[in-house]
């Protein structure tokens, strides 16, 4: 079983960066497609980005689409989400995750595997 931990969440401004990390335990990271999702206040959790086993294949929500990165260092057992030009409407709690299978548009219901959250609040 994986245990996953976020770090990296903050308040930032509008226009500015932050670099979320994922610290996974139990197995190791290679073995495992890994996401990130997010749930702003009164909303449903979403999809942000997703990320294949060696790192190959990326996706991307159309809302974060060329401002959020995402990446992971199988030595380091961590995956990362690097976010530029955030916006107010980024403020969430931001949640990583994993499957053992790849799942390019993931639903919350393909994943076994989450971390607790870290909450990214963009201020305008």
């Known amino acids: 079983q994986v245990q996953l931990v976020e770090s990296g969440g903050g308040l930032v401004q509008t226009g500015g960066s932050l670099r979320l990390s994922c610290l996974a335990s139990g197995r190791t990271l290679s073995s495992l497609a890994m996401y990130w999702f997010r749930q702003a206040p009164g909303k449903e959790r979403e999809f942000v980005a997703a990320?294949?086993?060696?790192?190959?294949?990326?996706n991307y929500a159309d809302s974060v689409k060329g401002r959020f990165t995402i990446s992971r260092d199988n030595a380091e057992n961590t995956a990362y989400v690097q976010m530029n030009s955030l916006k107010p409407e980024d403020t969430a709690v931001y949640y990583c995750?994993?499957?053992?299978?790849?799942?390019?548009?993931?639903?919350?219901?393909?994943?076994?595997?989450w971390g607790k959250g870290t909450l990214v609040t963009v201020s305008s």
């Open positions: 995750a994993a499957s053992n299978y790849y799942h390019y548009y993931p639903d919350i219901s393909d994943i076994p595997s």
């Open positions: 990320i294949n086993r060696h790192g190959s294949s990326t």
